[in-house]
């Protein structure tokens, strides 16, 4: 198939201002109760805050609860949807992110990269299978001591780069365009916040996917499960035939999961799982927490099923103590919501294509902030952003898949110009 790529000249300072944002330390903390989780992430919004107003974007401006709002003003008579592109700020709290020392490979031949600062963290080929692609291209990556934070400051960088390129380029039609940088977005709290009203975008972009010409449409959908285990308590000494202790019993729940299916290690595509994870308590009272993964509600419920079935099972070797088990709601597949707006699909796709890259569709082994935002009554699927090897030290993303991100974000606004 021929592609035809548009003749648009970009002048591309993506990898500058990604290389500026992952040096802000803006990891979230799921134990804290503030908005955001943590401070810093407040300093990394007022930069971009400061960086949006300085292209010209008066509204510009970082919020008490850590979000970015910012809007490129429409340079066309049509009337054309408002669309938002959205990113978050905070990076994963599983893996430090404080000091990051990036160091950039140019000109990529292939094999293993050896992070630097510790020789022990090695990107292995056979590992990433998608470093086959980038051969020619420059890989950034961390030392090795910490995440780099492309998830998903690349993302930021990206929607950055290409308002200042449409801001400078009026030639270049397009209506409304919305800006929107969310704190915690790893904790699960990413739109808690988000004032949609104020926003006032018909439909949303993130941009927070890993390989280049991705869009992704589909995400898990999402319950937690906690079961509260009130054992019998009694003195060790004289416990024969008397205690029956809430851990073991949280342990023998655990012990029955399934080993072959069902869990994160064994599955993948379209498989979901039940994933255990945590326990605490002591002898009398104990809680094990789990969280449940499908694309289909009905699969949902077959597991949530499952897990009681085990729970009760367990339960008959303990006949003095009762189990209670609660699910709560976390997130929905967005392709429900998405589906009913097939426009936002096909004109991605598109703009994929008119970077020269050829679109995938894919499906997302987790959730998005576009998740809850599509249930929220913004549709919003994933683009992709080139991060890869996310939430680890062996993190990496390429600079030309960043430069790519921001085509297909101009190419996007020009069409839903085009078409409107």
């Not at 094999?111 to 090695?122: K, M, R, Y």
């Not at 499960?225 to 054992?231: D, F, K, N, P, S």
Request: proline residues 5%.
């Amino acid at each position: 198939m021929l592609i035809v790529v548009s003749p648009l000249e970009f002048t591309h300072a993506v990898t500058e201002r990604f290389l500026r944002y992952v040096a802000i330390d803006t990891q979230s903390d799921p134990a804290s109760p503030t908005w955001p989780s943590t401070e810093r992430q407040k300093d990394l919004g007022r930069l971009l805050a400061s960086e949006l107003q300085a292209m010209g974007l008066r509204d510009a401006h970082l919020d008490e609860h850590g979000y970015v709002y910012a809007t490129i003003p429409a340079n066309t008579d049509k009337q054309v949807p408002v669309i938002c592109f959205c990113s978050h700020m905070d990076t994963s709290p599983d893996c430090t992110g404080r000091d990051v020392k990036p160091q950039i490979v140019r000109n990529y031949r292939g094999g293993d990269i050896v992070l630097p600062g510790d020789p022990t963290q090695v990107i292995r080929a056979a590992d990433h299978p998608a470093l086959g692609d980038q051969i020619g291209n420059d890989i950034i990556t961390t030392d090795g001591t910490t995440l780099l934070g492309a998830d998903n400051k690349a993302g930021l960088a990206e929607i950055m780069d290409a308002a200042h390129f449409l801001i400078r380029n009026p030639q270049v039609r397009h209506g409304t365009i919305k800006i929107l940088f969310t704190p915690d977005e790893e904790i699960g709290r990413g739109v808690d916040k988000a004032d949609l009203k104020k926003l006032g975008a018909d439909f949303a972009y993130t941009m927070d996917g890993e390989t280049a010409g991705n869009i992704e449409d589909e995400t898990f959908s999402a319950d937690g499960a906690t079961i509260t285990l009130e054992g019998v308590s009694t003195h060790p000494g004289f416990a024969k035939g008397k205690m029956e202790h809430a851990i073991k019993i949280a342990a023998a729940i655990v012990e029955r999961l399934p080993k072959d299916t069902c869990s994160p290690e064994t599955t993948e595509g379209r498989q979901g799982f039940l994933h255990p994870i945590g326990i605490s308590g002591a002898l009398e009272k104990a809680t094990l927490d789990l969280i449940v993964r499908d694309f289909t509600d009905e699969g949902l419920k077959e597991k949530e099923a499952l897990l009681e079935s085990i729970v009760q099972d367990v339960m008959k070797d303990y006949p003095h103590s009762t189990y209670r088990l609660e699910i709560k709601p976390q997130y929905r597949n967005m392709k429900q919501v998405i589906d009913r707006h097939p426009e936002i699909i096909d004109n991605a796709m598109e703009a994929i294509r008119r970077t020269g890259l050829t679109p995938r569709k894919t499906s997302i082994r987790g959730g998005t902030d576009g998740s809850r935002l599509s249930f929220m009554g913004l549709p919003c699927p994933n683009i992709f952003a080139g991060e890869h090897a996310f939430h680890s030290r062996l993190e990496w993303v390429s600079v030309q898949d960043m430069e790519k991100a921001v085509q297909t974000i101009v190419h996007l606004a020009m069409i839903f110009e085009e078409r409107a």
